[in-house]
């Protein structure tokens, strides 16, 4: 017994200490906040996925009578790519910067996503919203370490669009 009361204390300040460690980071640091919500958001889209999936690879060993046609399959998966992709890609676009990134490469992934991610995912090429005037001119400035009306005779806050390059 005492060796539980042991072991329930250590986990528990354990427990206690990473809550800790989480609320500090997430107060602290962007990055850390950003990737949290991340994970949270698309945690359980993937964990969806990887269900069907294995639902499928198990599927040998059903009765006759709960086993699925491939149309059925397809059709499963096509659902899943129906629900979850709107969401991921404004959560992508909502985040901006690399994980705008990461979807534009999915873009280009047409040998291993399927069509309606592909689609989805070509909005981050050129429907991402714009940033803000003073964070494009506070690049400019980090970048060249001139200030931005050094280096352009004219800024237009407003921009005629935006999108990612390279």
């Known amino acids: 017994m005492r060796f539980l009361r042991q072991t329930g204390a250590v986990v528990g300040a354990f427990g206690i200490g990473l809550g800790g460690y989480v609320a500090y980071r997430s107060h602290h640091d962007e990055g850390f906040r950003r990737a949290i919500r991340l994970y949270s958001e698309v945690g359980p889209v993937v964990a969806h996925y990887r269900l069907l999936q294995a639902k499928h690879k198990w599927e040998k060993y059903f009765p006759e009578s709960l086993k699925t046609t491939e149309e059925e399959k397809n059709d499963a998966w096509l659902s899943l790519d129906k629900r979850y992709s709107p969401h991921v890609v404004e959560l992508l676009k909502d985040m901006k910067g690399m994980y705008t990134k990461y979807g534009q490469i999915g873009a280009s992934m047409t040998n291993q996503l399927s069509r309606e991610w592909t689609d989805k995912l070509r909005e981050l090429e050129d429907a991402v919203p714009p940033q803000p005037a003073q964070v494009v001119l506070k690049t400019i400035q980090e970048e060249t370490g001139k200030?931005?009306?050094?280096?352009?005779?004219?800024?237009?806050?407003?921009?005629?669009?935006?999108?990612?390059?390279?």
Request: hydrophobic share 30%; no cysteine.
């Open 147 to 166: 200030d931005p009306m050094e280096t352009f005779s004219y800024f237009e806050e407003q921009p005629l669009g935006s999108a990612s390059i390279g």
